[in-house]
């Protein structure tokens, strides 16, 4: 190699500039996608959004078998899109609403395999309240218990917690419910602490 710099330099560039601008391309290539990736993404959450705006028109309309379809429809086309996450739900409640409680069901616990972390104790207290309307206290329970773990927020946590010792209560497990409302009831200042106090002294009461 000559002593001149820059002629060495050119020289280099010379043999090297095949894999040089194979690793340009390959860098900008990755770029592209990452940038087509996203715009698909964005696209497929504004499509999901428009979507279920439109599958809701007939719930708020009444026309109950039609918003099951629609809901329906948006829930399985964008499962992992938030907008897909609030069709199952409004679908398990639509489900409900006309007595279809195990479809209802049937149709959280399929959202709940793809839902985001922000969704999961909602579904998971949707599944709850289906439980309680088939007077099965003790599911019941088991989902609220879900859906306090899975909370993100302290009032949401005890509020499923809240709902875990009613359905415990109503299914003849005094004792589980007591512990949970005692927790609750040394929670100074939170808001839930004032029925705490209540449903301790009435299960107290009752023993």
């Known amino acids: ?34 940038m087509l990736y996203r715009s698909s993404t964005a696209s497929t959450r504004e499509k999901a959004s ?50 279809k409680i195990d479809d209802g069901l049937k149709a959280l616990e399929k959202a709940l395999g793809s839902s985001s972390a922000e969704f999961k104790p909602t579904i998971e207290a949707l599944i709850a309240s289906g439980y309680e309307q088939k007077k ?20 949401d946590k005890y509020s499923h917690q809240a709902s875990q010792a009613r359905s415990l209560a109503t299914a003849g497990k005094t004792a589980d419910a007591l512990k949970i409302w005692e927790d609750l009831a040394k929670l100074d200042g939170e808001p839930i602490q004032q029925e705490a106090n209540v449903r301790v002294g009435e299960l107290v009461a009752k023993k």
């Open 1 to 34: 190699m000559s002593d001149d710099p820059i002629e060495s330099v050119t020289t280099w560039f010379q043999v090297n500039s095949k894999p040089i601008l194979m690793a340009v391309g390959a860098v900008a290539a990755t770029a592209a996608a990452v």
């Open 136 to 155: 099965d206290f003790v599911k019941a329970a088991e989902h609220y218990a879900k859906a306090a773990s899975a909370s993100q927020f302290k009032s």
């Open 50 to 99: 428009t979507a279920l705006y439109e599958a809701q028109t007939p719930y708020v309309q009444g026309k109950l078998p039609e918003a099951e379809k629609a809901l329906g429809n948006v829930a399985t086309r964008y499962a992992s899109t938030a907008a897909g996450q609030q069709a199952a739900v409004l679908l398990a409640q639509v489900l409900f609403d006309q007595n």
